[in-house]
């Protein structure tokens, strides 16, 4: 008789980070590099221009060992990094939902979830694979956030603290659901200690100078240094002194006491972790959610689906199906923010200009006018993106549409250049109330009526370079974390952007100047200006109509 075979099974991997994790996160690594290097020809395209601007930036700027942006001040680095870091660790902390420390993508739910793994060991295998991530953001970050202190101490300490941010977040989050789960002596200390410093906060608030703005980083930095805040801020004092060494070797004992608070906070995220592996599933999927909406309203909408249900938005005139697409994406943000936040949102668009302009001298604000409206027409061009860039998993959808591809462009273009010109609208209002001078009126009608074509000028261009070369915002990537050709794809969309706005001012300057030289009257230059203005926007679009009808739904989706 043969003897029994031995039994081969065995159990679950009980270490704190199993290898099929370890195998998953190098694997991770490798198809992320090779996306880079053996994507598409657009892709591979972009992520060289980045790669090679990025080296341009870093080299003379390592070799020098000076940042080309300045040198961070040692005490300043020292006082305020702390504070950051505690805010933002408290932000992240109250927009997380309790118990959810870290969020997964689909693919992780469906085939990293179900496997032999706990909850802590997928916590500490996330918590493994943004290290590398996170390394490659500091030292791309190294070079403009450089204090006194040599290159690789300020990658160190740029990379410890975004450690410190991702755990810390999830600790306090954690924190709060162990709190709340008890009805004893720890809730009851927790919101003594609470009540404690915000009474002393606003003990101390009394003092504010409202009514003089030089004095208030005065006025900061004495709170700051109370013996209450410093308390606060001590745990954080080892990242600051990692950032400001000034060498390396003096970097790495502040190093590795920064690392101990890091896994300080990982010990306690696990230990106050209490939750079962679905609470990892609804929790990933609620923020994929919220992500796939944040992406389709903008940067700056959040999402509340059933704050607007009740309500509905009038159906614009159907212009050739251009109406039902701008309702479409109106409705979305609507629904998005709600009545009352879109109200709150215009109050301050309004108020916050009329507060600030009234401290300054009369005849500083048109120039003022002229700088920030087309600013920040350029800036919610970033942030707003209720058109094309929202709707990358609808472009099958939008291509199937009975009517024609300028139709569909002009539908999706308009919505978001409508409400930039709305927000700019609401600002020079506010401005204009708070100044209270016909003058500065003037200015800025005339400054919003040049906003318009800018608006639409920088959305399109926004849209023409995304159809060209889609890309997924970085929350939704599966590769995830820091990617060269980002860079190299906003330094291309940048570069257009500047181009473009400086080319259109002297096309539409030169008929303008030359008509008021000769004589002509203000409306014929207005005339002139005008048209060329719409005439570049004009080439614009039909640049857009081209690149969407060249879009290929079965190859340039990316992953």
Known sequence: MTAAPPDSRQGPDRSVLPRGLRRLIVLRYRGTMRRMLFGSGKQRAFGLLGLGLMSLYLIPTIASGRSRSGHIPTDQALLWLPVFVVLIVAVQAAFRGRRSGFSFLPSEIDLVIPGPFSRRQLLVYQLAYQSGPTILMAAWLAAFVRSEGTYLATVLGIALTAQCVMVGGGMVACGAGWLLARRGWPLAVASASTLAVVAWVAWHAEDFPATAPSLWLDWATRVRRSEVIEALCLPLLAHARTMVAASTLDALPWAAAALGVNAGLAAAHLALDRSEIESIVSSSQKRIRAQQAAARMGALMVTNPGAGSRWRLPLPPRMGGVGPLMWRQWLTVYRGLGPITLGIVATALMGIPAWVIKFLPVESIPAMLMVVLPAVCFALSLLTSCDFRGDLDHMAWLKSLPLTPSAIVAGQTASSAVVIV????????????????????????????????????????????????????????????????????????????????????????????????????????????????????????????????AFDVSADLPA
């Open 422 to 549: 709305l927000a700019v609208t609401l600002a020079a209002a506010g401005a204009c109330l708070g100044s209270g001078s016909g003058s500065v009126c003037l200015v800025a009608a005339g400054v919003l009526a040049g906003c318009v074509p800018i608006a639409a000028a920088l959305i399109v261009i926004e849209n023409t370079v995304f159809l060209v070369a889609p890309t997924r915002p970085m929350t939704q990537q599966a590769a995830g974390g820091f990617d060269p050709s980002r860079v190299g794809r906003h330094f291309v969309v940048t570069m257009f952007k500047i181009a473009c706005i400086g080319g259109t001012a002297v096309l539409a300057g030169a008929p303008v100047g030359l008509i008021l030289w000769a004589g002509g009257g203000v409306v014929a230059a207005s005339v002139a200006g005008c048209g060329v203005l719409a005439g570049v926007v004009g080439l614009l679009f039909f640049a857009c109509v081209r690149a969407f009808r």
